[in-house]
T-cell receptor, first 112, second 108 residues
Framework: RKEVEQDPGPFNVPEGATVAFNCTYS??????FFWYRQDCRKEPKLLMS???SGNEDGRFTAQLNRASQYISLLIRDSKLSDSATYLC?????????????FGKGTHLIIQP | EAQVTQNPRYLITVTGKKLTVTCSQN?????MSWYRQDPGLGLRQIYY???????DKGDVPEGYKVSRKEKRNFPLILESPSPNQTSLYFC???????FGPGTRLTVT
């Protein structure tokens, strides 16, 4: 099983729709989880951290399922500007930024 | 303004010609690291540094060197670049992982 696995997509979604994607991770000792957004030819930027209790930031909701070892990202009322690649990030060794592993990303295209 | 800067942003060079990619941050972060990003392989960590004079290998350190003589700077050194080091390189600062703008390197 790959350390961090994501469906590469692309996900083609009409504007205004709700879209969700998951990420699975292999290390059950992982403690920290994040979603990053990367626009074409740009640097990744932190979108949100993922907490055990789940968290919401505007139209974005992140959930963590430790039992099944997956993380999800839900985007409601999608906008054209949400088109990007979304990277799932998990820490490898149970703590500390030195152990972060990035998924290869899920490509999202919002269509007008 | 919080910033991570990298130079150069674009570089085309030849095999074997030593090069250095500089990275500087103004956030007083102790932690810094370097990643490379390749199609189909995603982001992979090259080296990281927990503080001044403290560096350690990431997942793909072969062919690279780093130094951390002062907190704000973390240069990446390619002593003898090879074509398989053609990639997009990101310097990252802080545990919150602020990324620099990237350096696109081509080695011919």
């Amino acid at each position: 099983r790959k350390e961090v696995e994501q469906d590469p997509g692309p996900f083609n979604v009409p504007e205004g729709a709700t879209v969700a994607f998951n990420c699975t991770y292999s290390n059950s000792a992982s403690q920290s989880f994040f979603w990053y957004r990367q626009d074409c030819r740009k640097e990744p930027k932190l979108l949100m951290s993922v907490y055990s209790s789940g968290n919401e930031d505007g139209r974005f909701t992140a959930q963590l399922n430790r039992a099944s070892q997956y993380i999800s990202l839900l985007i409601r009322d999608s906008k054209l500007s949400d088109s990007a690649t979304y990277l799932c990030v998990v820490n490898k060794r149970g703590g500390g930024a030195d152990g972060l592993t990035f998924g290869k990303g899920t490509h999202l295209i919002i269509q007008p | 303004e919080a910033q991570v800067t990298q130079n150069p942003r674009y570089l085309i060079t030849v095999t074997g010609k030593k090069l250095t990619v500089t990275c500087s941050q103004n956030m007083n972060h102790e932690y810094m690291s370097w990643y490379r990003q390749d199609p189909g392989l995603g982001l992979r960590q090259i080296y990281y540094s927990m503080n001044v004079e403290v560096t350690d290998k990431g997942d793909v350190p072969e062919g690279y060197k780093v130094s951390r003589k002062e907190k704000r700077n973390f240069p990446l050194i390619l002593e003898s670049p090879s074509p398989n080091q053609t990639s997009l390189y990101f310097c990252v600062s802080g545990y919150e992982q602020y990324f620099g703008p990237g350096t696109r390197l081509t080695v011919t």
